[in-house]
């Protein structure tokens, strides 16, 4: 009996977030203007957050990890 092992079979992006029921967002505070990389739900509009983005370093990571075109990305409050 082990603690730690290794996952048998990894979960890909695409099977996690399909692009056909998520969307790519950037979830933005009023106040502090802190800015985090979410996928949306488009059915039920529920927001899962990523990764938090410190400089435009982060941003394209994230483009990178997920498949996503960063450059357009909507903005939401």
């Known amino acids: 009996m082990g603690l730690f092992r290794k996952k048998s ?4 992006v695409s099977d996690e977030f399909p692009s056909d029921r ?3 967002v950037l979830r933005s ?7 985090t990389a979410c996928f949306r739900n ?3 509009g529920k927001i899962t957050e990523i990764m938090f983005i410190r400089n435009a370093q ?3 990571q994230f483009g990178v990890r997920y498949g996503v075109d960063v450059k357009n ?4 409050y």
Not at 9 to 12: E, I, Q
Not at 29 to 35: A, L, Q
């Open 22 to 24: 998520y969307e790519a």
């Open 58 to 60: 982060d941003l394209e």
């Open 9 to 12: 079979n990894p979960v890909t």
């Open 29 to 35: 505070s009023i106040c502090t203007g802190e800015t």
């Open 73 to 76: 990305l909507p903005k939401i």
């Open 42 to 44: 488009r059915e039920t």
